[in-house]
Nanobody, 124 residues
């Protein structure tokens, strides 16, 4: 069973919006750390946002533009992306670890479960 399945990606013009979803295969408890990452061609995977029961964290490059949220009952994580820029073009992944987030914005190595990703393409 695939642990996480992302959807909602697509092509949009700069300034537009997309809302990504990530459905988990099992219940998300409040003390679980779940997050979004992105990876552009030729670049390393970078953390975008993370959430657990204590706080929500964002990378500086998405603050005030992206919003992470979750619906435990629907076992779904969301990433609302507004004011998209060309440089936001990447494949976006969700990830989880069934413990609290230990760092301010955990790196990829912290997470244990990953989805296959969804492509976001922003054109000028």
């Amino acid at each position: 069973q695939v642990p996480l399945v992302e959807s909602g990606g697509g092509s949009v013009q700069a300034g537009g919006s997309l809302n990504l979803s990530c459905v988990a295969s099992k219940y998300i408890y409040d003390n679980h750390c779940i997050g979004w990452f992105r990876q552009a061609p030729g670049k390393q995977r970078e953390a975008v946002a993370a959430i657990d029961y204590r706080s929500i964290r964002y990378a500086d490059f998405v603050k005030d533009r992206f919003t992470i949220s979750k619906d435990n009952a629907k076992v779904t994580l969301y990433l609302q992306m507004n004011s998209l820029k060309v440089e936001d073009t990447a494949r976006y992944y969700c990830a989880r670890r069934d413990t609290p987030c230990r760092e301010k914005l955990p790196a990829a190595g912290f997470y244990l479960y990953w989805g296959q990703g969804t492509q976001v393409t922003v054109s000028s």
